[in-house]
């Protein structure tokens, strides 16, 4: 099982997050969220990550053009979109795409993404949660195209989440940990 932690704003959460074995860290680029961190805060951070630590850019309904400056002055690895993106909005970056979807079956339209992020809550705060809670990460079309027969869940954190086996219910997904 992957890990993914995300929220972080000081190299102290960072740190914290990397010891307990998270394998990817989340910035939220989102100025409307209370977790929010400074382009150049998530820099600094980024660039004192061990190898191997991959990095998350958290955006919701943020135009194109920001989008790449951040990924390319951050560093990041991979783009999660928590807002209105379209699928035509999802296409064309060099970093794999992560989508949060309110309605999963709406997946087959987003043929570009790589993973879809399952929130077990009704209602969504703009800019994000800032607070525990736990979503599931599913490949895409995309990657299991890459990777033909793969399926798997990944868990993503909030910062402080923790993972509840009863949140799985419901969801009509396979209970596997991994790809």
């Known amino acids: 099982m992957r890990k993914l932690m995300s929220g972080i704003t000081t190299w102290e959460e960072a740190r914290y997050a990397v010891e307990q074995g998270m394998d990817a860290l989340g910035f939220v680029l989102e100025p409307k969220s209370r977790r929010y961190v400074e382009p150049e805060t998530a820099r600094e951070i980024i ?24 990924t390319t002055f951050c560093r990041l690895d991979w783009l999660l979109f928590l807002g209105n993106e379209s699928p035509k909005e999802c296409r064309g970056y060099f970093q794999p795409i992560i989508k949060l979807l309110p309605d999963f079956h709406r997946h087959v339209d987003y043929t570009e993404v790589n ?10 705060k703009a800019g994000g949660q800032a607070e525990r809670s736990c979503y ?14 793969a399926f798997g869940l990944y868990f993503l954190l909030d910062t ?3 993972v509840h086996e009863s949140s799985l219910s419901g969801l009509g997904l396979p209970e596997t ?3």
């Open 160 to 162: 402080g989440g923790t």
């Open 177 to 179: 940990g991994s790809i």
């Open 136 to 149: 599931f990460l599913v490949p895409g079309t995309s990657f299991q195209e890459q990777v033909p027969g």
């Open 115 to 124: 993973a879809f992020l399952i929130d077990d809550r009704k209602e969504l």
């Open 47 to 70: 660039l004192r990550l061990p190898p191997l630590v991959g990095t998350v850019g958290v955006f919701q309904d943020t135009p194109r053009y920001t989008i790449q400056e951040l």
